[in-house]
């Protein structure tokens, strides 16, 4: 029998478990063996801050209660039950103050839940699924189903889990820290799906801090910051097809990307002009992708992300689709129907930085836990943010599994890399003086460099048919090059040269465009360094650059002309294609994070011919072998004749694995007709006009070659054969042999 007693733990005990100081409470709480006297029992011990009176009911013994003592006004209770097993099973019962009573599994009853193996594998940096043991994870313990929680911070004096369902009470669920690990747990039998909650740290110097689980899957939409307990679980993939094909990777295959900023491609005015859900678009914008050829939608960070206007590059939930158009399981239907319907996905992806809310990662447990300290290595300066602190195995083991959570748990099928440029450079975008030196005295990130390297080959190992993707700005060499041959392992580069070369040239007035021909050619001088992809991207219609339309001179005909001109080059030129949404209609207007796209012009002929010039380039680049088999080597390209500067011209053949298929392409990059304009060619017989971008159904002059020509005998540009042909103002002609 129970009896009351003076508690078998000291006050100082009891002073750390109610001010929340203990760095183990699991030592105090919950069923331990004591002796009082000559006999031994259980002292089974609570710390219930909202109940006037507790019970311990043993699961054993008819569910025999035993009043427990409350030896302090806070809630701290205790019972020594004689003569048990130190590990029976019991709940707890508490009586409220207007009398209510609760009865519960006792959270401190339960043994930890994280093996020694994975602490270890965390702490080394090599646990590549941590995510399904930090975090918050449905468990059965013991035949009981709750929610176990685990957070990373070694520095914290104390942790607790805080929600809806404790109140937002720290001293209900203080958390046990497991060793030297640094990470804190503790398993809430009882807790379904949807819960809210939080983890707050008191740090060493008793400083009080509510954060966001760096893990969490699901997160409450912005202003809030509450996490939202999902096992992510309901969803049934249908895209078993799919996943096969992909295995075979995407060198040799088409690949145009439609990039795409979910809140603002399409919104619903007449519903206070809302954001469409993932499901919404599912239905829509794949639909609409299909129409128009792309093989792939690119998504900026669909992370979850405090402020609109960073477009998602200011990341608070690594883990976590932003609630903004659903939930997890809407975003797993999302890329399903995708994959249902032969549409990639890849995800933009933000490990160079994350913003300094209060509530993320910076300063975690009151320390600098997953930045740099030290500002010249942990702040960026243009961006206002924390640097990654990639020397540190946690931090790396973080970012390496957040990388396949997203490949793992949503299917995505690659990840384009944002601003990798600012991570392998330590003096990126610092004066003198603002930034350290490497160990050999070098500007160069060691420690991102091999963050980078591993990163690439843990997801190569695991999904060998996955891309990833660099946004690297410089001349870094090696961006593509395999690891093996001392290169960082990506499979594709943004080539930005390209971009900023071809948008520079396009501005220019035709009349000046002979002075600035080695804009169009010097390409051609690097193409196949790399492995490059084409981008025309959102970052070139924001900020006052304008839209692509608007960039183009002349009046509206030229402007139009000019821009079909470019999208054509483009698909000619080697290299894998990426368009920024709005671009494949001419919208006029630079794009804005906050409204939907101008669909309204897409009423207008103009605007529609637009469309109708991508959807059939798409077609025929995607039909065409000889325009992406061999993208990324110079036996897939060849020129005919790029030294025409005085007429603005160049020609050119794209070659596909047979060599004898190709494609001729010319561009003439002035508002001039050129009648009787001789290009040499490989092969006699008849050319076929398969596109030509002055097409009326374009929007052009309709002129041409009458659709086909055929080569004469006339030796030209060193080859055997040649064509005559009238080549339409500011256009592009791509013409195949039959």
């Known amino acids: 029998m129970a009896k009351n007693h003076n508690p078998t733990v000291s006050p100082e005990q009891i002073s750390l478990i109610v001010n929340t100081d203990h760095h183990d409470p699991f030592e105090v709480l919950g069923a331990h063996r004591v002796s009082i006297g000559k006999k031994e029992g259980i002292a089974v011990r609570a710390f219930l801050p909202d109940a006037e009176k507790a019970f311990v009911i043993d699961g054993s013994l008819e569910s025999k209660d035993y009043p427990m003592t409350k030896h302090s006004p806070e809630g701290f209770f205790e019972v020594v039950i004689p003569d048990r097993e130190e590990h029976f099973p019991y709940k707890l019962k508490k009586i409220l103050s207007d009398g209510r009573e609760e009865i519960f599994y006792d959270s401190y009853s339960f043994l930890p839940t994280l093996t020694d193996f994975d602490l270890y594998l965390f702490n080394a940096g090599d646990h590549h699924r941590i995510y399904e043991k930090l975090g918050a994870h449905y468990m059965e313990v013991q035949g009981v189903g709750g929610v176990q929680f685990a957070v990373w911070a070694p520095n914290a004096r104390s942790v607790s889990v805080i929600g809806d369902f404790n109140g937002w009470d720290r001293r209900k669920h203080a958390m046990r820290v497991l060793g030297s690990s640094g990470v804190w747990e503790i398993f809430i039998p009882g807790l379904g799906e949807h819960a809210l909650y939080k983890f707050q740290i008191k740090t060493h110097d008793g400083t009080i801090l509510d954060k966001s689980d760096p893990f969490a899957f699901e997160m409450e939409q912005r202003p809030k910051t509450a996490c939202r307990v999902n096992f992510l679980s309901g969803f049934q993939w249908s895209d078993k097809e799919w996943m096969k094909r992909r295995e075979s990777g995407l060198f040799d295959k088409p690949m145009s990307v439609y990039e795409v900023h979910l809140g603002s491609w399409a919104r619903v005015p007449e519903e206070n002009n809302r954001w469409l859900t993932y499901r919404e678009l599912a239905e829509r914008l794949v639909e609409y992708v299909k129409q128009h050829g792309f093989t792939h939608i690119e998504l900026l960070p669909i992370m979850e992300h405090p402020f609109d206007g960073s477009w998602g590059y200011q990341v608070s939930g690594y883990f976590a689709p932003t609630s903004r158009y659903g939930t997890p399981q809407d975003f797993m239907y999302f890329v399903d129907h995708c994959h249902r319907n032969d549409i990639g996905v890849i995800l933009d992806w933000v490990p160079a930085h994350f913003p300094k809310d209060q509530f993320a990662l910076g300063e975690f447990d009151g320390t600098h836990l997953y930045e740099h300290s030290d500002p010249r290595l942990g702040e960026h300066p243009d961006w206002g943010t924390f640097v990654f602190n990639y020397g540190r195995l946690e931090v790396k083991n973080f970012l390496i599994s957040n990388a396949l959570y997203w490949i793992e748990k949503y299917h995505v099928d690659g990840l384009r890399m944002d601003a990798v440029a600012s991570m392998l450079y330590l003096d990126y975008s610092r004066k003198e003086g603002e930034w350290i030196p490497n160990k050999y005295g070098g500007r160069e990130n060691l420690d991102a460099i091999e963050f980078i390297k591993h990163l690439n080959s843990v997801v190569h190992h695991y999904y060998p048919g996955v891309v990833m993707v660099a946004e690297e700005s410089t001349a870094w060499p090696g961006v593509t090059t395999s690891l093996e041959n001392g290169g960082l392992g990506f499979d594709m580069k943004w080539n930005m040269g390209w971009m900023h070369d071809m948008l520079t040239y396009f501005t220019k007035d035709p009349i000046h465009r002979a002075y600035h021909h080695d804009k169009l050619t010097f390409v051609l001088l690097y193409a196949f360094h790399e492995r490059f992809l084409l981008p025309l991207s959102h970052d070139e219609v924001v900020h006052g650059k304008g839209s692509l339309i608007g960039k183009m001179p002349g009046d509206d ?170 080549l339409p103002p500011l256009a592009v002609l791509y013409l195949k042999k039959h």
């Open 557 to 726: 005909w030229q402007k139009f002309a000019n821009l079909r001109l470019l999208y054509g080059l483009k698909y000619g030129f080697p290299g894998k294609k990426l368009l920024f949404m709005g671009g494949e209609f001419a919208q006029w207007a630079e794009w804005d994070h906050d409204r939907s796209l101008d669909w309204h012009l897409t009423q207008y002929d103009r605007h529609q011919q637009m469309q109708n010039w991508v959807a059939d380039l798409n077609k025929v680049y995607r039909s065409e072998g000889s325009l992406h088999e061999v993208d990324f080597h110079h036996s897939g390209f060849e020129w005919i004749d790029f030294q025409d500067r005085a007429s603005s011209v160049i020609s050119f053949l794209r070659r596909g694995k047979a060599g004898n298929d190709f494609v001729l392409v010319v561009c003439n990059f002035t508002p001039v007709v050129r009648y009787g304009y001789r290009i040499g060619v490989p092969e006699e017989g008849e050319y076929e006009e398969i596109l030509n971008s002055d097409s009326t159904y374009y929007g052009g002059s309709n002129v041409g070659n009458s659709g086909k020509i055929l080569a004469e005998e006339i030796p030209f540009h060193g080859r055997p054969v040649s064509l005559n042909l009238t």
